[in-house]
């Protein structure tokens, strides 16, 4: 946001998809479209600007070039191309930086930028839509719909705001999904990524979607069936465990450190209760987002499948960062504690 020198606001924006304009130049556009000058300004940004050529030019660049007098950020770019750099060529230019104001705000808003670039993996949430006893479908599979329309769109606008959604091949081949984002309005669709160890995804499955990215990580290699798949626009990754002594089962840390080099910052969950089990089990979950139905299933299908623990000491830890009634249901974010502190 841009304010002038007697406080009121004159420009703002946002950061736009990946290869769009950053904020500042939004904000800068948006001053000039309504006829603002800029000149002796100050701008208000969630995150330093960058100094480096990228997919875009520098926006310090472009501030020192508009005349703005002043720079309050939220928090510095953990990114090693910028890392302080932006801020000391804004101060090398004769413009005054602050930095501080709403920067655990702007973590929050930031955590999968700030998880791929401090610990090189995406930031992993898992969503789970389950009855109030913890089934997530009846004993026979059948799982539509155990929670409400709300919460369906609820979860679609969780979806839009991830970089990529994960699945894995029990649900694709029992449920023939799209995993996109149909309920709520989105600039674009989340990419799809697959885990399917034996290169069983079906090529006239739901999942082709024009303009999404879909990569497939298999354990057992397949090279028919890759082209195939690639001949529709997949990527397939080989990535077998290396500690499996059959090495039939996919990698999920080395996947979800291929992931964060393929730019994916946020990844959101959407899977059976054997794979959900396999990422909590190797403690690669950092957030569940769970709707919990008021409703009681009895016999069912749990979240995840792991276990069994010998002692209560054992049970995976978590904490309640919100709770919220979303229609009929209860939405609840829980995550791994200390999970966010990198």
């Known amino acids: 946001m841009l304010v002038d020198a007697q406080g009121l606001e004159i420009g703002q924006g946002s950061t736009q998809a990946v290869g769009g304009p950053h904020a500042e130049i939004m904000a ?28 875009t030019g520098p926006c310090c660049d472009a501030l020192i070039t508009a005349g703005i007098k002043k720079v309050v950020a939220s928090i510095a770019d953990p990114n090693p191309l910028v890392g302080g750099q932006g801020f000391a060529r804004l101060r090398a230019a004769g413009i005054e930086v602050e930095v501080g104001p709403g920067a655990a705000e702007s973590r929050e808003l930031n955590i999968g930028f700030f998880s791929r670039m401090i610990r090189k993996t995406p930031w992993v949430r898992m969503k789970i839509a389950a009855s109030l006893d913890g089934k997530t479908a009846l004993d026979n599979g059948i799982s539509q719909w155990i929670t409400s329309g709300p919460a369906r769109a609820d979860g679609h606008a969780w979806r839009a705001r991830s970089c990529a959604v994960l699945t894995g091949i029990g649900t694709v081949l029992e449920d023939n999904p799209r995993l996109d984002v149909r309920l709520v309005e989105t600039p674009r669709q989340p990419h799809l990524v697959v885990v399917d160890s034996k290169l069983q995804t079906p090529l006239d499955g739901h999942l082709f979607i024009a303009g999404r990215a879909l990569f497939i990580y298999a354990a057992t290699e397949n090279d028919v069936k890759k082209a195939a798949l690639e001949a529709l626009g997949a990527t397939v990754i080989y990535m077998p465990g290396q500690t499996d002594p059959t090495r039939d089962k996919v990698d999920l840390k080395a996947m979800l450190a291929d992931l964060a080099q393929r730019e994916i910052n946020e990844l959101h969950i959407e899977a059976g209760s054997k794979l959900n089990g396999s990422l909590i089990r190797e403690g690669l979950v950092d957030e569940l987002l769970v709707y919990l139905a008021p409703k009681l299933i009895g016999l069912g299908l749990d979240m995840a499948s792991f276990g069994p623990l010998a002692e209560l000491a054992s049970a995976v830890p978590l904490e309640y960062k919100s709770t919220e009634l979303v229609g009929p249901d209860l939405r609840v974010v829980a995550r791994i504690p200390g999970r966010d502190q990198f």
Do not use: F
């Open 28 to 55: 800068l556009r948006d001053a000039a479209a309504r006829g603002n000058t800029v000149t002796g300004a100050t701008a208000y940004v969630t995150l330093e600007p960058c100094s480096h050529h990228g997919r």
